[in-house]
């Protein structure tokens, strides 16, 4: 087992962390770093945003607000706040092939990931899975051990990241299912971030229009 931090390259102790889930001989983090991951506790009951208190936040409510919405995703849990110190992970980890997030979260995601019939990682289009070499959301169940159901394909569109909210929350449908039926399955949808939602809610219609009895989401950070 490696005995230096996968994301600093500083020599490990002996001490546990993240709450002793890291057994001592499969340890990956410093402690320095390990704090910079901040879990999420409590939050919205809809979508784990951090510090909302008192039932669902505004932005589950605007989403509820929409018949066409409203119902489709079931809940979002994500495990980390995106701090200045998880966008500079995911930045390594997305688009400079590091694979230190996928590797460090494997633990956590056995324990903390929710029961369901189908674990489907959010895909990547042919285009953008070329230009980064590898599906990130893929990537987390593979390193965890989960099985992983490619249910979705996605057209090539510009980068999320570069849409404001509202371009996000507007855009014409992006995935693919080819015909199938999943009556009464319990899906459960993997990528690394939730930000406004609509990615999950995208690919939540198309499982629910296949017969999904419910489709959930999770990530492992809420931004």
């Excluded at 409590?42 to 066409?68: A, F, I, K």
């Excluded at 980390?80 to 688009?95: G, P, S």
């Excluded at 694979?99 to 489907?120: C, E, F, Q």
Aim: hydrophobic share 35%.
């Amino acid at each position: 087992m490696p005995r230096d931090c996968l994301y600093c390259g500083e020599g490990l102790d002996e001490k546990m962390s993240w709450g002793a889930l890291f057994q001592r001989d499969t340890r990956l983090l410093c402690d320095e770093c390990d704090r910079g991951l901040v879990r999420i506790e409590g939050g919205c009951p809809g979508c784990s945003r951090p510090e909302t208190e008192g039932g669902l936040c505004r932005d589950c409510m605007v989403w509820n607000r929409h018949t066409e919405w409203n119902g489709v995703l079931e809940r979002n849990v994500s495990l980390f706040q995106y701090n200045e110190f998880m966008k500079e992970v995911l930045a390594r980890y997305k688009y400079r092939g590091d694979y230190v997030l996928a590797k460090a979260s494997a633990s956590l995601m056995r324990t903390a990931i929710p029961k369901a019939d189908l674990l489907v990682p959010i895909p990547l289009s042919p285009e953008r899975l070329y230009e980064r070499g590898f599906n990130q959301s893929k990537a987390l169940l593979d390193e965890a051990g989960l099985p992983c159901h490619e249910l979705l394909t996605r057209i090539h569109t510009e980068k999320q990241s570069k849409k404001t909210k509202r371009e996000r929350v507007t855009g014409a449908q992006v995935f693919r299912i080819p015909e199938t039926d999943l009556s009464g399955k319990k899906i459960l949808l993997i990528d690394d971030i939730y930000t406004t939602g609509t990615t999950v809610r995208h690919a939540a219609s198309l499982l629910k229009k296949a017969g999904a009895r419910e489709v959930s989401s999770f990530t492992i950070a809420r931004g």
